[in-house]
């Protein structure tokens, strides 16, 4: 999809799943169907309730594969920085996708041959410990 990288402006090796993560426009609602059934379970109705229906959660679309998609991605994004919505601004938009997508970790890598995610070989040139994801958010020298 190389469009939805264009527009978070990452580059094109970026994880497939989390780019489609933060391009998806029902992030919320799929969250509301998967989450519904442990949701709803420990809610006590009133009795003029008892055997009815929340409704509005029949109503929700199906979720579509998106599901295997967020199992899909790897775990390491959920450390990343938590966010609501996408900026609209096109400079703090790739600000934020390049932070959450670790693109500017060649920058601080010692490995100088391309690999689109961190390694455990790889080390940070400022501080010579091994340079995990997001290690620019971690690293004590780079000020
Ligand atoms: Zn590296
Ligand atoms: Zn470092």
């Not at 264009?6 to 998806?24: A, D, G």
């Not at 959920?78 to 670790?102: G, H, I, V």
């Not at 500017?104 to 890598?109: A, G, I, P, R």
Request: charged share 15%.
């Amino acid at each position: 999809m190389p469009h939805s990288q264009r527009y978070l402006q990452v580059p094109l090796h970026s994880n497939n799943n989390i780019v489609h993560f933060l391009t998806s426009s029902t992030p919320l609602s799929l969250k509301l169907k998967t989450m519904a059934p442990t949701a709803t379970g420990g809610l006590t109705y009133p009795p003029n309730l008892d055997g009815h229906k929340l409704t509005f959660l029949g109503n929700l679309p199906t979720p579509d594969p998106s599901v295997s998609t967020i199992e899909a991605i790897p775990t390491w994004f959920w450390l990343s920085r938590s966010f609501t919505a996408l900026p609209t601004n096109q400079k703090s938009r790739r600000s934020l996708c390049r932070e959450l997508l670790d693109s500017d970790h060649h920058h601080l890598c010692k490995t100088t041959t391309f690999h689109p995610t961190p390694t455990s070989n790889c080390t940070c040139i400022y501080c010579g410990d091994t340079a995990h994801f997001y290690h620019v958010r971690f690293c004590e020298s780079i000020v």
